[in-house]
């Protein structure tokens, strides 16, 4: 299917600050994302950012720069200027691939794209992939999601779900049954869901959580969940996973 593939880009970051810029084996991390998306079947990718350094690392690439405010509160709120901006119809199909997913395999973002195709019933989709470790469950930085037997989100949450009772609450170790998924941030929607999102104030589990995801399920926006068919390694939020990803691209 036609789609285009924005990946929101913002400079400044609490916990690793400048991190769109950060050296990832010899190539910046926006770089790299830029490649992975390039490699999808999407039809134009577009960096949105709020930075002159970002875009200069983006010059010379065959993605788009799209200079955006710094005073978005979200990466959709980002990409909604970039709509703005390159006047795109209601229609268009975008895929959102975070800026700080370096290894993202690019089968996965057109997974996403045909999902949302084949869905004509749901106006946003994402993907997931099982947690295997039982320390990933109860990590934060890890949101986990719970779906329906539809296959759309019921809940996503950096905490623990669903809860084991009797099990995590008394402490009692073992392996994992199959109710754990890892929410991989990589969203498909139409340029009308977003601008309905947009609209929408700021829910209250969105606020608790610091999801923003939630905004749509509270106001009744169906997400449809599928089972990434390719093994998608986490992003970058912390220094130790500035190191993990290095790592991998050192073997």
């Avoid at 084996?25 to 960096?47: H, N, P, W």
């Avoid at 996965?108 to 099982?130: F, H, K, M, R, Y």
């Avoid at 669903?162 to 109710?179: A, C, V, Y």
Wanted: overall charge negative; proline content about 6%.
């Amino acid at each position: 299917m036609n789609f285009k593939v924005v990946i929101p880009a913002r400079y400044e970051s609490t916990r690793l600050p400048g991190k769109p810029l950060l050296d990832l084996g010899g190539q910046s991390m926006i770089s790299r994302v830029v490649s992975q998306a390039l490699a999808s079947e999407a039809s134009e990718v577009v960096v949105a950012t709020d930075d002159v350094r970002v875009r200069s690392a983006v010059d010379g690439t065959h993605a788009k720069c799209c200079m955006t405010s710094s005073d978005h509160q979200s990466g959709s709120d980002r990409i909604m200027e970039v709509v703005s901006k390159l006047k795109w119809n209601e229609s268009t199909v975008i895929v959102n691939v975070q800026g700080d997913e370096p290894l993202i395999p690019p089968v996965v973002i057109d997974q996403v794209a045909n999902l949302l195709s084949e869905s004509p019933s749901v106006d946003v989709a994402t993907l997931s992939e099982p947690i295997i470790l039982r320390k990933d469950v109860f990590d934060p930085n890890i949101t986990k999601v719970v779906v329906n037997s539809c296959g759309e989100a019921m809940y996503f949450s950096r905490a623990p779900i669903p809860w084991k009772r009797g099990d995590f609450d008394s402490g009692i170790e073992g392996p994992l049954d199959g109710n754990y998924l890892r929410h991989i941030g990589l969203y498909a929607y139409t340029v009308s869901a977003l601008r309905r999102f947009v609209n929408f104030p700021e829910s209250s589990i969105e606020g608790i959580e610091k999801l923003e995801q939630m905004r749509f399920i509270e106001n009744g926006i169906s997400i449809r969940v599928a089972s990434a068919i390719a093994p998608v390694p986490g992003g970058v939020d912390t220094e130790a996973d500035v190191e993990r990803v290095k790592a991998i691209l050192g073997e």
